[in-house]
């Protein structure tokens, strides 16, 4: 089992940045990959980033692709998600979530067995 919680979420210009945060704990030694997700409103959840948790590879949606990154700290257990030149398209509930048993890139909410709260983006025009 492994707990998430999320946190800098909140109002950013377009344009601007933000730096999103997620405090991994408990059973870390058994994580294969760390993503973020999105969910906005009357939208179905979608995938924005995942990061190897040994070895550090990432990837992207390639609708944030060149704009976002994700990075971690294996020392701290946390995953952070760095927002830069945010759009109003990218206002979203955002979820860090954790896969355990998988191979290669995971990019769906099946291959993630463990999410947090979520924390609220609000991108302004």
């Known amino acids: 089992q492994v707990q998430l919680v999320e946190s800098g979420g909140g109002l950013v210009q377009a344009g601007g940045s933000l730096r999103l945060s997620c405090a991994a704990s408990?059973?870390?030694?058994?994580?294969?990959?760390m993503g973020w997700f999105r969910q906005a409103p009357g939208k179905e959840r979608e995938f924005v980033a995942g990061?190897?948790?040994?070895?550090?590879?990432?990837y992207y949606a390639d609708s944030v692709k060149g704009r976002f990154t994700i990075s971690r700290d294996n020392a701290k257990n946390t995953v952070y998600l760095q927002m830069n030149s945010p759009e109003p398209e990218d206002t979203a509930v955002y979820y860090c979530?954790?896969?355990?048993?998988?191979?290669?890139?995971?990019?769906?909410?099946?291959?993630?067995?463990?999410w947090g709260q979520g924390t609220q983006v609000t991108v302004s025009s």
């Open positions: 979530a954790a896969a355990l048993l998988v191979r290669g890139e995971p990019r769906t909410e099946q291959d993630f067995g463990s």
């Open positions: 990061i190897r948790w040994s070895g550090g590879n990432t």
């Open positions: 408990g059973r870390m030694f058994s994580v294969h990959t």
